[in-house]
């Protein structure tokens, strides 16, 4: 029998994106190379205001998963 099935669907995505932005001193050394770059995707993190909104230059979906099924008629 067929019904109508309304459901949440999660996706989770992977993407490459690229921008110039001022990367703070701490995570510098002395000639100006990135030295701490789990510390860097931290900060990244933390401030996604810089480039949440930026469309990435490649998407993947990496994985789909119905998590909750809202209404069956």
Do not use: A
């Not at 050394?29 to 510390?39: A, P, Q």
């Amino acid at each position: 029998m067929k019904k109508t099935i309304k459901f949440t669907v999660e996706q989770i995505t992977q993407g490459e994106i690229e921008i110039e932005s001022d990367v703070p001193d701490e995570f510098l050394d002395e000639d100006g190379e990135v030295n701490d770059e789990d510390g860097l995707r931290d900060w990244l993190n933390d401030h996604g205001s810089k480039w949440y909104d930026l469309v990435p230059t490649f998407e993947e979906i990496q994985d789909k998963e119905v998590i909750e099924v809202l209404n069956v008629c």
